[in-house]
């Protein structure tokens, strides 16, 4: 059965950010592509703030909620973390919206291309239609290899094992198989996927990418290892000179034998 477009679909945003400039920097560029991609009226964009000190981040989110009538801000009661932040938030967004048939897990390192929501659905319901079950994504992480493929109608569809929750369309039938996400010391993906593949279920990735890692600018990151190669969109020449600059200065650290780190904007 389609997916029912008037039925709730909240879309999950954990803001997980510290008091560098970096943070704030590439959050600016991820988000509002987010909402500018031409999301369907019935979604919910939740931004989930993880006691960010970044003060002009708190600031860009309480102005995101005000702006957007579909945007909404939850705040952790206390700085949680990836793990136990998705243990606790994910229960809370199933209570908010117990009619919703799917969930959107999203990254605030990644940039969306306009529609990549509608086409990951249409995915979605090709997928269903051909008893192919799983959890879907938008991105396809080149290092996180495939064991199959499927062709679609209108795509040709990965399937793999483990792929980490940069952009996961979470049926809710497929959430209730599994169970909730769990802090057990582990990131939540990687356990989650263990989960599946028990279950015999996969991490469907569209074919070509609607949505993109920012790469060497994002979160935790000093590579492009996590950029699909087949994304639709073109990246902004900004990001493109920020990778550039940043495996300059990340080849130089190891030749100098200092760790890798990712440059900044500055303030």
């Not at 008037?6 to 950010?17: E, L, N, S």
């Not at 952790?76 to 799917?102: C, I, S, T």
């Amino acid at each position: 059965m389609p997916f029912a477009v008037d039925r709730p679909f909240p879309i999950i945003v954990k803001i997980w950010a510290g008091d560098q400039p970096h943070d704030y920097h590439y959050i600016k560029r991820s988000i509002p592509s987010l909402l500018e991609s031409g999301l369907p009226p019935s979604c919910r964009v939740l931004l989930i703030d993880d006691c960010s000190t970044n003060l002009r981040i708190r600031q860009l989110m309480e102005y995101w909620a005000a702006t957007y009538q579909n945007v909404e801000l939850w705040s952790n009661p206390e700085r949680m973390g990836p793990n136990r932040g998705q243990a606790y938030n994910f229960p809370r967004v199933v209570e908010r919206f117990p009619d919703a048939e799917l969930f959107m897990l999203c990254d605030d390192d990644v940039i969306y291309h306009p529609g990549w929501l509608q086409r990951l659905v249409a995915v979605h319901d090709e997928a269903r239609a051909g008893n192919l079950v799983g959890v879907f994504s938008a991105l396809n992480v080149p290092a996180r290899p495939s064991h199959g493929t499927v062709q679609l109608p209108t795509s040709r569809v990965l399937l793999k094992n483990r792929q980490m929750a940069l952009n996961w369309l979470i049926p809710r039938d497929v959430y209730d198989r599994v169970g909730p996400f769990r802090d057990v010391g582990i990131a939540f993906d990687t356990d989650y996927c263990t989960r599946m593949m028990a279950l015999g279920l996969a991490v469907i990735c569209l074919q070509p990418s609607y949505v993109q890692n920012i790469g060497y600018f994002g979160a935790y990151q000093s590579s492009n290892e996590l950029c699909a190669r087949d994304y639709v969109g073109q990246r902004d020449v900004g990001l493109i000179m920020r990778d550039l600059g940043s495996a300059v200065w990340n080849a130089a650290q190891r030749l100098g034998g200092a760790p890798m780190h990712v440059l900044s904007d500055g303030p």
